[in-house]
């Protein structure tokens, strides 16, 4: 742990301060960049000297990954900064490369290591079905042609389309109906080795959105294709999209935490600048509500992130409604905190240039990076089938989460891709609700915590009633009746089912730390937080609520303040920036 977190700070040392404008990496710089839609070379250079594309290639092929929790504590480091600059550079070679990791045979996986860990850059373009971020309904077939298959047609928006040399593509069988679920094969191409003529560049499309990053496209045209180019089996593409978001989706609740981390820096900058009359935003209670609330739904996003991405190793047969709900509800989150501030920063929030321009830039960029490639309804669908069996066999049944989840700098098992599965068996973090409830409950535990006791206490209680309405309500839904499922009223239920796995994630996080002893963070052991955030949930979910726990809000404000002033992360990490 100790030398990623040395890499982590070497990393942000060569960025440099953010906030200062003669910094050739800062704000300014990058700022001036996205507005002539180009990626600055002079991060890309850093990016290049840190070596960012051995992070994304498993450590059994001569990569840096090893630990999902820890990829996306890295690029943190990027999208704090610059969202356009961590896709374009980086993740977006990540996304390509998931099905290679997850499905590809020895020597698919050894050419996208090679091609990554040279520095090159990879690309995937996905069908529209899975694609929740496509501009047009184009797509890519295949054929058999003797020993080999011809690959043909285009794709108008695929992101770092020229730059690539990797690519996977995933095409339809021609002849074949779209809706079939054979229908789709996936391709590991290389394009150095393609035909000449049989690939070309199309025009780039402008984006509101992470300027920086070219989403081109590509026609390809009467392609000839080994069969050793197909991931998996012909006919995967389908399954094999799935399986790979798994590995996908645990990590969009960071790169949407980190842009939101700057925000409320920006933010939280505005509110303590002193006016002539001495007198400062933060005077004003609804301000500070705002701050308090903006880093609590950070903090709720990061719980979520946590187990996301640790639940891959340690839950494998559970982990998918677990990243499905992550990458769901954290952009909820985040765009609602981005909208209060936004009414905070006022006419600044407009600025495109000065010390306040770079919320402006978070605000385009979030839309772009939350929806990666599927979107919210495409999250909840994947959830859904999962809900009533957990009703019927998991919910107030199973054993909790073991403690590790919550443990962010403690070992992890062997990545090993190909074990998640696409449904769960189980609910082991809903049982860390009920689990936590129960403790609190006991009384000793209450006691140990002051006042915040008796509010978490029914916080907690009124969470796990909710669960319990939830598993009354799936009870009524089969599991094999498609049109129930997909009806706004099991869209609504998955909704609320986030919510109460949020504040099933944030309870384990804080537990965690009470029982650390001196390794604790004391601001994540002390109740203020947790009862502050699941006060927060049970308001989005319209819950009775007690007195608001304003002394505990109170306590968090001085938090973020402090993080502010000591130039350190809105997040459960508390990290030192440059």
Known sequence: MTGVQDRIDALERAFGPLDDPAN????????????????????????????????????????????????????????????????????????????????GSTAQQELAARVLLEGRRMAVARHEVAHGNDFVSDEFTVRPEGDALVLNGSKSAIANASRA?????????????????RSRTVLLL??????????????????????????????????????????????????????????????????????????????????????????SSLDVQHVRDVLTGAFLDLLLTDCLALVATRALHLLPGQMSAYAAAA????????????????????????????????????????????????????????????????????????????????RPHEDLPPLDLGKPTLLGDADPLAATLVATTDLLEEGEVGAAIGESGATLRFLARRLTSELDDLRKAFLEISPTDRRALANPHSFGLADRYTLVIAAAACLGVWRAQRSAGDAADPFLADPAWPTAGLYRLCRRLGLPLPDRPAADEERVLREVLARLHGRRSFDLYDSTLA
């Open 327 to 406: 990458a769901y509800l954290a952009p909820k989150l985040v765009s609602e905190s981005m909208d209060e501030m936004s009414a905070v920063l006022g006419e600044e929030t407009f600025a495109e240039d000065g010390m306040y321009a770079m919320f402006q830039k978070q605000l385009r960029d979030l839309p772009v990076t939350s929806l990666g490639h599927a979107g919210s309804a495409g999250r909840q669908v994947s959830l859904l089938p999962q809900l009533p069996y957990f009703a019927r066999h998991a919910w107030f049944a199973d054993p909790e989460a073991p403690a590790e989840l919550f």
């Open 24 to 103: 050739p990496l800062g704000g300014a710089a990058l700022l001036a960049a996205d507005a002539a839609g180009v990626v600055l070379p002079g991060a890309e250079r850093v990016l290049d000297a840190w070596g960012m594309n051995a992070e994304f290639v498993p450590a059994s092929l001569g990569g840096r990954l090893e630990r999902m929790d820890l990829l996306g504590r890295i690029l943190r480091t990027v999208f704090r900064r610059d969202a356009s600059l961590g896709f374009g550079y980086g993740l977006n070679c990540f996304f390509a490369a998931a099905p290679v990791w997850t499905a």
């Open 190 to 279: 290389h394009r150095p080795d393609l035909p000449e003529g049989t690939v070309e560049d199309l025009g780039r499309h402008a984006t509101n959105g992470m300027r920086s990053t070219e989403f081109g496209g590509l026609r390809i045209s009467g392609c000839p294709v080994p069969r050793e180019a197909v991931l998996g089996a012909e006919g995967d593409g389908y399954e094999l999209s799935l399986r790979s978001s798994l590995v996908i989706r645990g990590l969009i609740p960071s790169i949407v935490l980190a842009g939101a981390d700057t925000a409320l820096r920006t933010v939280a900058r505005f509110a303590v600048r002193r006016r002539a009359d001495g007198r």
């Open 165 to 181: 040399d990797g690519l996977v593509v995933f095409a339809r069988a021609e002849g074949v109906d779209r809706s079939l679920s």
